[in-house]
């Protein structure tokens, strides 16, 4: 099996129906106080007409999420993203017909609430869409939207003090992008546009501390006659400082490397340190199997004009996460996922170097230099965890990991999924409990545990 072919099968297959199961069975105990959704999106293609030119990250989205309220699991749903173009091709489908091979950028990657909306995201320009508490697809929502086409995108954070969301945005074929500010309303308080200075990077993701937005301009580049980002090794990687409060954009030239995502980043007087899984290349995105992902610190020091950028732990990781309580201030711990995305071990710390996990999460202690793992079995496959709070911490005097890890984990005796519920604090031991769904939830990206308000 080739690498197209390997994203088409195993814990990577899209599934084909769209579901609701009511009362979950849970082993163990739900915390009695936690309540909400947990939602995850993912890329669920609904035809591929040559698995040679298939990319895992194209595909119509599907959105899946379990309520948990009092102590139950109230529901699992999975449910497309209906953007115009998938609800028309599963009409198509519906009457027989073969669906398009090939659809516009889809909202597949990340989905948030802000401003009272639940929202899906997509990358390179496309507008997020507007889900219902039940997940159904209430359309297009133009949540940060700017005169230049941009709009919340892929990775937009929310600041927890101020109640914004930030984002990124570029659009092919657009020499900038814009950071674009987006207040608890939803109303755009500020744009800033970005100059690039050169070939389009990707962009998919940035790092906001309290006082700046850090962009990386890696030789990841848009090639207009291929349609793709391919790597570009004459292209000179940068990274961008450009103040919240607004002004210009400052570049840092930077070695080669490429940028899969940010944990988190904070300011430390005149320096700004950035926690991020970065890679040496050159990659092949189409191939995440290729990647070795690993977590770095980096440190722009903005009276100096240096830029370091030195490895964390060099064993392959990513989606890495943060109690969001700590987002752009300084933290101690972060989470970060051992998946089958990229199907490479992750040896552990401690006296049997013999044993490595191929699924796993992983707890890293940043002040002290540890690592904690949770590993799962050997075909369980694992993807990115999500922090939730202890709704009953206090939160000004709560440690930064009282709380809990969400994640799906595939369950291969029952060809299905659990939704796993991990203690951060007890992070090796067993989970709090397993949500046992009746379905299996294919490896996707990025998603929130979003409390009840």
Not at 72 to 80: C, D, Q, S
Not at 375 to 384: H, I, L, N, T, Y
Request: hydrophobic residues 40%; charged residues 20%; proline residues 9%.
């Amino acid at each position: 099996m080739n690498h197209d072919d390997r994203y088409l099968h195993g814990p990577f297959a899209p599934v084909k129906e769209e579901v609701t199961a009511y009362d979950l069975p849970v082993t163990g105990r739900l915390p009695a106080d936690l309540n909400g959704r947990y939602l995850r999106l993912g890329p669920n293609p609904l035809g591929v007409e040559d698995p040679a030119t298939h990319f895992w990250a194209f595909g119509a989205g599907m959105v899946h999420g379990v309520r948990i309220r009092d102590g139950r699991a109230e529901w699992y749903r999975n449910r497309w993203v209906r953007s115009a173009e998938v609800s028309d091709a599963l009409d198509r489908m519906q009457r027989g017909l073969q669906p398009p091979a090939f659809l516009p950028p889809s909202p597949n990657i990340h989905v948030l609430r802000h401003a009272g909306r639940t929202l899906a995201l997509s990358e390179a320009g496309g507008l997020p869409h507007e889900l219902g508490y039940e997940l159904d697809t209430i359309g297009e929502c133009p949540m940060g939207a700017t005169p230049e086409g941009s709009s919340a995108n892929a990775h937009s954070k929310a600041d927890p003090r101020t109640g914004d969301l930030h984002s990124v945005a570029y659009v092919l074929g657009r020499p900038f992008a814009q950071h674009i500010v987006t207040d608890p309303a939803g109303t755009v308080a500020r744009v800033a546009d970005l100059p690039l200075p050169g070939d389009l990077p990707f962009l998919h993701d940035f790092a906001l501390s309290e006082n700046f937005v850090v962009v990386f301009d890696i030789p990841l580049t848009f090639a207009m006659e291929a349609m793709r980002f391919r790597w570009n090794p004459a292209h000179q990687a940068h990274v961008g400082v450009l103040p919240r409060a607004g002004g210009q954009v400052r570049w840092f030239p930077a070695e080669p490397f490429y940028v899969s995502h940010v944990l988190n980043a904070y300011d430390d007087g005149s320096t700004i340190t950035v926690d991020l899984i970065a890679a040496e290349g050159p990659v092949d995105v189409t191939d995440p199997g290729g990647i070795k992902p690993r977590l770095d610190r980096w440190r722009i020091d903005l009276r100096a004009g240096t830029l370091e950028q030195r490895c964390v732990d060099d064993r392959a990781q990513d989606f890495p996460r943060v109690n969001d309580a700590y987002a752009s201030r300084p933290h101690q711990y972060g989470y970060s996922a051992v998946t089958p995305v990229y199907g490479m071990r992750f040896v552990p710390e401690g006296p049997h170097p013999d044993d490595a996990f191929t699924n796993a999460l992983v707890k890293h202690d940043l002040v002290r230099g540890t690592t904690e793992v949770h590993s799962f079995a050997r075909d369980a496959a694992v993807g990115e965890a999500a922090f939730a709070a202890d709704p009953n911490a206090d939160p000004h005097e709560a440690a930064e990991d009282a709380g809990y890890l969400m994640a799906y984990v595939a369950d291969p005796e029952r060809g299905a999924s659990d939704l796993v519920i991990l203690s951060a604090q007890d992070f090796t031991g067993p989970p709090v409990a397993r949500v046992h769904l009746p379905v299996r939830v294919p490896l996707g990206f990025h998603g929130n545990w979003i409390p009840d308000a």
